[in-house]
């Protein structure tokens, strides 16, 4: 490839980095709240609660991401074939169908995975700390809020940023139900040129975006090590 097709193909992969980011976002922004319930309901008293949380844990932990994906874009159309008037509305090969179906999984899935680390980090703050709350007249609630998980939160932040990085590399995973990203870009340009480059640039891009994301997350440790 000449230099001047090369940056014709940076040009085009930078215009699909915003559907990238808009996986990217849109996961951390449900996902994390969804984990924080379900690590919620993983720790209820009320057996039945428990149980199903965590099969549906397990399930979304011991499945691919993949598979996911396919399985919740094919979900209308199998329920389009049983009863063709519902969801006769739905276009599968809308974008903002794509982008939808595609969201619905990764947030299943990766609030799956915040859930386990949410847990991690509730269960090893001692308990003494929730008797000096009750001691001091706290409610249950404001001593999860006020006291339980800031210390959570700091706790978390090592865990947490491996799965946000790793979340960054997954949204390639959208290119499997044709959503338009940037690997899906690349591999298009890939066929155009009969040349490796172009996934060479998006692996660039990832890269990129892996590199900021670990320096932001080194910066957070940093500020929330108030103890050193």
């Known amino acids: 490839m000449t230099g001047e097709e090369i940056l014709k193909v940076v040009g085009i992969l930078l215009e699909y980095l915003v559907p990238t980011l808009k996986v990217f976002g849109f996961t951390l922004l449900f996902s994390i709240p969804l984990g924080l319930v379900v690590a919620m309901l993983k720790m209820c008293k009320f057996k039945p609660i428990s149980w199903l949380t965590n099969l549906y844990i397990l399930i979304m932990r011991g499945t691919p991401l993949m598979l996911q994906i396919i399985v919740v874009y094919y979900a209308v159309p199998y329920i389009q074939i049983a009863n063709p008037d519902m969801f006769s509305f739905i276009d599968i090969k809308d974008e903002n169908y794509m982008f939808g179906a595609v969201l619905v999984a990764f947030v299943l899935n990766y609030a799956a995975y915040f859930a386990e680390i949410f847990?991690?980090?509730?269960?090893?703050?001692?308990?003494?700390?929730?008797?000096?709350?009750?001691?001091?007249?706290?409610?249950?609630?404001?001593?999860?809020?006020?006291?339980?998980?800031?210390?959570?939160?700091?706790?978390?932040?090592?865990?947490?940023?491996?799965?946000?990085?790793?979340l960054v590399k997954d949204t390639s995973l959208a290119n499997v139900v044709a959503y338009a990203e940037i690997t899906l870009k690349a591999k298009q340009q890939m066929q155009n040129y009969a040349s490796l480059v172009p996934l060479f640039i998006a692996g660039v891009f990832y890269f990129a975006m892996a590199t900021i994301l670990t320096a932001l997350f080194s910066f957070i440790e940093k500020k929330l090590n108030y103890y050193r």
């Open 119 to 166: 847990r991690g980090g509730i269960e090893s703050i001692p308990k003494g700390q929730y008797e000096a709350a009750a001691a001091l007249g706290m409610t249950k609630a404001q001593t999860f809020f006020r006291i339980i998980l800031p210390q959570v939160i700091k706790r978390i932040v090592p865990a947490s940023s491996n799965e946000v990085i790793t």
